[in-house]
């Protein structure tokens, strides 16, 4: 049980193009999902805290025009990249929570490449 | 500080080895805790939930000790495919969860 699906997995795009990744939680209702980037040999970085029906929380210094994301249902959040620049290209993982004090469970993430 | 710490390690162990890690979070009305193992370029997978009583599965055991606001996570008989970044995720109150920026192990023949 508790399976968070992300896709794409994979995606080239070029710079100056907009890139929408899902996240879903396929067995049960996520009120919070989170969104995180690494990068290559460093640590996960919360980027935002996404909660259903209303605006997501961001992390200090990430972007919150440049990093939309929408939470329109329980089992659904979106991160867009817009105007993706060859230094956002990263690897992007959601997580989702089941419940009250439940572990995290992560979406297989989304590498990132901007060309 | 930060909110949860641990030692990055690396941690080089022979096969067989026994190495333990140790993850302290500041915030003492922390609720739940957790250890994950992450391998290069994958998601962070799930290890185990830590206990106030302490828990073992396998290998595998966790303690957590609230005086001190650290948990720790022991591994025996290390293997091969035991080498990953171990990280430590602590929800400090109401779904804010918050990682440490991971263990790194490398277990060698």
């Known amino acids: 049980g508790a399976v968070v699906s992300q896709h794409p997995s994979r995606v080239i795009c070029k710079s100056g193009t907009s890139v929408k990744i899902e996240c879903r939680s396929l067995d049960f209702q996520a009120t919070t999902m989170f969104w995180y980037r690494q990068f290559p040999k460093q640590s996960l970085m919360l980027m935002a805290t996404?909660?259903?029906?209303?605006?997501?929380?961001?992390e200090q210094g990430v972007e919150k025009d440049k990093f939309l994301i929408n939470h329109a249902s329980l089992t659904l959040s979106t991160l867009t990249v817009t105007s993706a620049h060859p230094e956002d290209s990263s690897f992007y993982i959601c997580?989702?929570?089941?419940?009250?004090?439940?572990?995290?469970?992560f979406g297989n993430g989304t590498r990132l490449t901007v060309t | 500080r930060k909110e949860v710490e641990q030692d990055p390690g690396p941690f080089n162990v022979p096969e067989g080895a026994t190495v333990a890690f140790n993850c302290t979070y500041s915030n003492s009305a922390s609720q739940s805790f957790f250890w994950y193992r992450q391998d290069c370029r994958k998601e962070p997978k799930l290890l185990m939930s830590?206990?106030?009583s302490g828990n073992e599965d396998g290998r595998f055991t966790a303690q957590l000790n609230r005086a001190s606001q650290y948990i720790s996570l022991l591994i025996r008989d290390s293997k091969l495919s035991d080498s990953a970044t171990y990280l430590c995720v602590v929800n400090r109150n109401n779904n804010d969860m918050r990682f440490g920026a991971g263990t790194r192990l490398t277990v060698k023949p």
């Open positions: 996404s909660n259903e029906g209303s605006k997501a929380t961001y």
């Open positions: 997580s989702a929570l089941p419940g009250v004090r439940s572990p995290l469970h």
């Open positions: 830590v206990y106030s």
